[in-house]
């Protein structure tokens, strides 16, 4: 009824709505028969997961498909990934990715970020996780934060864990180090513009891993922005790819 009140071509039609002229011609041919539409299909394995999967998503909107499946099976459910990723999709929950352009804006932020060589400690920062196995067979997670113009490693944090809240707690103690070495707090040594307000001192580089794509890793804490830092995603903010930079004054 649209085509025909625009007076359009069918090819044109269906060059714009992305559906092949073939498979419309068919479905056009089906319905002037009379021919009764086929489906929609039973989906079993959708429907018997699909309120658990649901409460999960709405629960934690972050998560994706792989971590709401995992819980669905924790819960007692037996089915697939690619089942939940489509209820997941039917049901809008899906935070869709597109990484290729997630990576060139990053790898131009990265870029930014070293445009200007450091002249001094505090200027950047570079954090990362390393791993050191134990003899009886576990594993620790090391964070370390090193000022990129001196090599000067900030304190090392220590967990089991690599996740968000290792990383936020890493900068915190990188903070309090360079802190004692100044003599002074942070906040201190940051530039300020004509009105008073803080500007960026330190960019904290890391890379693109999960740990540093947290909203709260992003967000930083209220402790952390106390001690004269500003959240990694906030404005102005230097977040490199391949390296997340941070704004730190």
């Known amino acids: 009824m649209i085509r025909v009140e625009a007076g359009m071509p069918t090819a ?14 068919r479905h056009q041919a089906r319905a002037r028969q009379g021919v009764q539409a086929r489906g929609p299909w039973p989906r079993p394995a959708r429907e018997g997961v699909r309120e658990t999967a649901r409460r999960h998503a709405l629960a934690h909107p972050a998560w994706g498909h792989r971590k709401v499946w ?21 049901e809008s929950l899906l935070l869709e990715a597109n990484y290729q352009r997630e990576r060139r804006q990053l790898a131009a932020r990265r870029k930014a970020a070293f445009a200007t ?33 001196s090599k000067y490693e900030l ?78 995603g906030s404005a102005p903010r230097a977040r490199t790819a391949h390296a997340s930079a941070a704004s730190a004054p």
Not at 70 to 90: E, K, N, W
Not at 120 to 147: H, I, K, M
Not at 220 to 230: A, D, E, I, K, V
């Open 12 to 25: 044109r039609f269906c060059r714009l709505i992305g559906v092949p002229e073939r498979t419309w011609r």
């Open 70 to 90: 995992a819980m669905c099976r924790h819960d007692g459910h037996r089915v697939s990934q690619a089942t939940v990723l489509r209820l997941l999709r039917d």
């Open 117 to 149: 060589e450091p002249t001094g400690p505090n200027q950047v920062w570079q954090l990362d996780f390393s791993e050191f196995e134990t003899a009886s067979g576990g594993t620790w997670r090391l964070a370390g934060c090193r000022d990129y113009w």
């Open 155 to 232: 304190g090392w944090h220590v967990s089991p864990t690599a996740n968000q809240h290792d990383a936020i707690a890493a900068i915190e103690l990188a903070i309090r180090e360079a802190e004692v070495l100044a003599g002074r707090a942070l906040l201190d040594l940051a530039p300020r513009d004509a009105d008073g307000t803080v500007q960026p001192l330190v960019t904290i580089v890391t890379d693109n891993g999960g740990p540093f794509r947290a909203f709260r890793f992003e967000a930083l804490s209220p402790p952390t922005q106390n001690c004269g830092t500003s959240a990694p």
